[in-house]
């Protein structure tokens, strides 16, 4: 069941990996459901960073790889987040698009990644792509790297991590003092 934020969470038994594409079917209480189709069983794995790892395939060297086929699926599958982008704060949804073995169109740092896995492994990888060009660096750093900091220059990051996240004082007393900044320009003018 969600709780009242409409989060929940399921947890899987252990799955064993499979080329094999099946289903899951999700349903509720009222008998409303949602069957996902073409699901397969391995290993996943996120692709974070800045431009280079968004380049694509195609106009690597990355080009030149070759994927064993596994029937008639593709066994390494992409999903690239097209919604949102490195933040200081944790996001809660993201959309974006599954490709399907359309390798040219996949990162080519990703893809060479998942390419060595595959050939060790022999699984299904699956590569949740969240790469944006000129984000800046201290966004793809998880905010524990910033909060034991003792330089000033990190300080100031981690403090501006604190004021950007709706869930922290911090972000109320910037917010505040915004707003009052806006009342004090209105009381001058």
Request: aromatic fraction near 10%; hydrophobic fraction near 40%.
């Amino acid at each position: 069941a969600a709780g009242k934020d409409g989060k929940w969470m399921l947890q899987l038994d252990k799955l064993k990996a499979s080329f094999e594409p099946g289903e899951m079917v999700i349903s509720d209480n009222a008998g409303k459901s949602v069957t996902l189709k073409n699901i397969l069983v391995g290993e996943v794995w996120m692709a974070s960073g800045q431009s280079n790892m968004q380049m694509k395939v195609a106009k690597s060297s990355c080009n030149k790889l070759r994927v064993k086929p596994r029937g008639k699926v593709a066994p390494i599958r992409e999903f690239e987040v097209t919604s949102v982008y490195a933040a200081l704060h944790p996001i809660e949804k993201a959309t974006g698009s599954w490709k399907n073995g359309d390798y040219a169109d996949y990162s080519a740092i990703a893809f060479a990644f998942a390419h060595k896995l595959y050939e060790e492994l022999d699984v299904p990888i699956g590569i949740l792509n969240c790469c944006f060009s000129q984000t800046a660096i201290q966004a793809w750093v998880p905010r524990v790297g910033f909060a034991g900091a003792d330089d000033e220059y990190t300080k100031a990051i981690y403090q501006k991590i604190l004021e950007t996240d709706p869930t922290t004082p911090e972000h109320k007393n910037a917010w505040g003092k915004f707003y009052q900044g806006l009342e004090d320009a209105i009381q001058e003018n």
